[in-house]
């Protein structure tokens, strides 16, 4: 894929349902690119019905090209429904809020969401880009995916969503050895204040990871028995939700997370 297409295409990514309309310069702004460049991929995508400008206002929003072509993968892959019924057994199983997301480019994009019934409890985003780095779901996807994938977040600048997010290229990397150890990940308040993640990989037919499933909670109800919970179901949906996209987890990676489920997670 051409330089060009790569940053046009990238463009897309800053849409979101908290903010669903961006205007030009504000994209500028986020991509780092220059203004007249982002209007002449804006026009190209507009084009295809990618993006459309609202006339009033002069803000970008997502096109209905988006639409069509996001009807046309869910039809010949219903990974949303596939993921749907197992989010919810997740979501039950811990009282808490389940979610799955997808390695989408450069991004993480969350794509199903089962959340918990309790009052007080965490919200995502349908469609939310989520960070590599602070999130659970961010480091169970970089710790078995393509290395490229790695170099290219580590390359990237890292915000410091909260006070304990680890920005530093060797803290990240020491978190993703962890990580791989453990065979699941680990984010207690990285990203948001009181919100305690635990992720588990998702693996494509090459063994990749493609993705993760997590389990979302307030970081004042994750007690030692909830993390133990949550451990082995988190593990255990990841395992059907892999198997449902037509993926393979690595014999090594398979045996560890049997193990796991044997005896029990380690502190």
């Known amino acids: 894929m051409s330089s060009t297409v790569t940053k046009a295409l990238s463009l897309l990514e800053f849409f979101s349902e908290d903010e669903p309309e961006l205007g030009l310069s504000d994209l500028a702004r986020r991509s780092g690119m220059d203004k007249a460049a982002v209007h002449r991929m804006l026009g190209s995508m507009a084009e295809s019905g990618l993006v459309e400008q609202q006339a009033d206002s002069r803000l970008y929003r997502l096109g209905a090209g988006v639409l069509r072509l996001a009807r046309v993968r869910e039809t010949a892959f219903p990974?949303?429904?596939?993921?749907?019924?197992?989010?919810?057994?997740?979501?039950?199983?811990?009282?808490?809020?389940?979610?799955?997301?997808?390695?989408?480019?450069?991004?993480?994009?969350?794509?199903?969401?089962?959340?918990?019934?309790?009052?007080?409890?965490?919200?995502?985003?349908?469609?939310?880009?989520?960070?590599?780095?602070?999130?659970?779901?961010?480091?169970?996807?970089?710790?078995?995916?393509?290395?490229?994938?790695?170099?290219?977040?580590?390359?990237?600048?890292?915000?410091?969503?909260?006070?304990?997010?680890?920005?530093?290229?060797d803290d990240i990397l020491t978190r993703i050895e962890v990580v791989r150890a453990n065979g699941f990940s680990e984010s207690d308040q990285a990203h948001e204040e009181d919100v305690h993640g635990l992720a588990a990989p998702l693996f494509d037919r090459s063994g990749r990871a493609c993705g993760a499933v997590s389990v979302s909670t307030p970081s004042h109800r994750m007690t030692a028995e909830q993390r133990q919970l949550s451990i082995a179901a988190v593990l255990r949906a990841a395992e059907d939700i892999t198997a449902g996209l037509g993926g393979q987890r690595p014999r090594g990676y398979a045996d560890q997370v049997a193990g796991l489920l044997a005896s029990g997670p380690r502190d």
């Open 79 to 169: 990974v949303s429904a596939m993921m749907q019924p197992i989010l919810l057994r997740l979501s039950t199983e811990t009282g808490e809020t389940a979610h799955a997301s997808l390695i989408s480019g450069r991004a993480l994009a969350n794509i199903a969401t089962c959340e918990s019934k309790k009052g007080s409890r965490v919200s995502l985003v349908a469609g939310e880009v989520l960070p590599y780095h602070s999130t659970a779901s961010g480091l169970a996807a970089l710790a078995y995916a393509d290395d490229k994938l790695l170099d290219r977040v580590l390359s990237a600048p890292r915000e410091a969503r909260t006070r304990f997010t680890l920005t530093e290229r």
